[in-house]
């Protein structure tokens, strides 16, 4: 039976306000006012809620916001490579951590479950309430996700080449396409299981992993596949260095002029961080205009900047992007799956990098990982508190310690209190965290069985590394123990 949930007189909400009189529409703020919600939508949002209600909250020193959208998020193994590779990247391999560490110290694959549940509870308690998961297929994917209550855009990734080092400064390939083309059945047997799913909070995404290990047939295939299911399509290009000279080696063609020439750059493509455009400082190929190909194409940006500055690499600049109107949305991308930790980087890294304070502003980037991620996932009803939309919404405490004084609490919050301030979390209308805890997933299980698998995952380092260094060497301690 449908069920009324009002949050009453809540002093602050951001909600969404319609355009007119010549003004935009956007995020506004609203003081006093209700929100209700019924059968997972919904039905008012502003001052004066004049129907009954089944379950009334109160809202008098909360502050109600639209649930964040996360678009680009690796949780089946991002979670098991804490106190590892925080500082780690290849000095030969232009800093980048991917092509020398990520095969050495990836966890096993029996370890999902449990590292998906642990990420997606830091996701829900820190206000995601949508989420993209670029993760390999797996049986049990679905219902783990599922299970936990959060929104979600199933990515199966698949490709034709694995890559790896066998001197520290140089990649290789070792190219199957009769495996890419199978794994990309797979995929497409998961995104159909997602959008049948009896939650209605899952759908699927085509995944072509990276530009560099797919042949231009797989990702053809894929954009194909995603225009005729009316779906995206997310791969990661322009991510490092090693990626844009590999292109430019074998086409003459930046990473984004390659896509382009392959007819995949447009509204329907997520780029994955698109971090290295022609004109970025630590390049120089003159050639091209990846920038306003980029503006002039549609095409989406997933913009992730914590994984890339703990190596010291920056997109440049993220204010730009905004400025010019491309569709950009934010991920996690490694841990933490800390939501609102990675809005406070993204400001951090856009305005150093711009050399400017009026850059990434709060609204800015507010915007991106609400709206702007709900715009590159081709929806219109998430990322906004506006009536028809789905009823995914975060309370914050207003009374944190942290929070106070409440002259903004937007900036308090992304500036201050971060998650600490997060109380209660609803999806579809359901509450999934309530007074600061998640409700839908052990957590304890989940991280002692992920810290299990870890110690598999140090155990057997050297037999993966190309120099078959032992963990000691590969991911030193802060400090050397005591003697």
């Known amino acids: 039976m ?75 193994s991002e ?29 096993l694959p029996e370890a999902a479950p449990y590292t998906t549940r642990y990420a997606i509870h830091e996701m829900l308690k820190s206000g995601v309430t949508t989420f993209a998961d670029l993760s390999g297929a ?3 994917w679905v219902e783990d996700v599922a299970e936990t209550g959060i929104r979600a855009v199933l990515c199966p990734m698949y490709r034709d080449a694995v890559w790896s080092t066998k001197d520290g400064h140089s990649v290789v390939y070792d190219w199957d396409t009769k495996a890419g083309e199978k794994a990309m059945e797979r995929a497409i047997e998961i995104i159909e299981e997602a959008d049948k799913h009896p939650s209605g909070r899952l759908s699927g995404m085509m995944g072509p992993s990276q530009i560099d290990t797919c042949t231009p047939e797989l990702i053809k295939a894929s954009h194909q596949e995603a225009k005729k299911r009316g779906i995206k399509m997310q791969i990661h290009a322009a991510q490092s260095v090693v990626e844009f000279n590999e292109m430019t080696r074998r086409h003459g063609l930046t990473p984004l002029e390659w896509l382009d020439s392959l007819g995949v750059l447009d509204e329907s493509t997520i780029i994955g961080h698109c971090i290295f455009l022609n004109d970025h400082p630590w390049l120089h190929w003159p050639q091209a205009d990846d920038f306003n190909l980029l503006v002039k194409s ?124 997060v109380r209660h979390v609803y999806v579809d209308g359901k509450q999934v965290v309530k007074d600061g805890e998640v ?25 993966r590394d190309w120099a078959q260094r032992p963990i000691e060497k590969l991911s030193p301690m802060s400090y050397p123990d005591a003697h």
């Not at 449908?2 to 007119?20: C, D, F, P, R």
């Not at 804490?82 to 980048?96: A, C, F, R, T, V």
């Not at 839908?440 to 155990?459: C, G, P």
């Open 2 to 76: 449908s069920k009324t949930t009002l949050i009453k007189n809540a002093a602050w909400v951001i909600g969404w306000q319609a355009g007119e009189n010549g003004k935009a529409a956007g995020h506004r703020f609203f003081h006093d006012a209700d929100v209700a919600f019924r059968d997972g939508m919904l039905i008012h949002v502003g001052p004066g809620f004049e129907g009954t209600a089944d379950e009334t909250v109160d809202g008098s020193r909360m502050m109600v916001m639209p649930g964040f959208v996360s678009i680009h998020n690796h949780p089946t």
């Open 79 to 107: 979670p098991g490579n804490k106190g590892l590779n925080e500082e780690l990247g290849s000095p030969k391999l232009g800093q980048s951590g991917l092509y020398e560490y990520m095969p050495v110290f990836r966890i």
């Open 138 to 140: 797996r049986d049990s």
């Open 298 to 421: 549609g095409a989406n940006v997933a913009h992730c900047p914590t994984v890339f500055w703990r190596r010291g690499i920056a997109l440049n600049h993220v204010g730009r992007y905004v400025k010019a109107g491309i569709p950009l949305g934010l991920g996690t991308d490694t841990f933490p799956h800390n939501f609102i930790h990675e809005l406070e980087v993204a400001m951090i890294v856009g305005r150093i990098m711009s050399g400017d304070y009026n850059n990434a502003t709060t609204e800015e980037i507010f915007d991106s990982g609400t709206i702007g991620g709900a715009k590159t996932l081709g929806r219109d009803d998430i990322g906004r508190l506006e009536v028809g939309c789905k009823a995914d919404l975060v309370m914050v405490d207003l009374d944190h310690a942290y929070m106070q004084p409440v002259r903004d609490p937007l900036r308090s919050l992304l500036y201050s209190a971060g998650d600490r301030a």
């Open 439 to 463: 409700t839908t997933i052990d957590v304890a299980e989940a991280a002692a069985k992920m810290t299990e698998y870890q110690k598999v995952t140090m155990s057997t380092v050297r037999q």
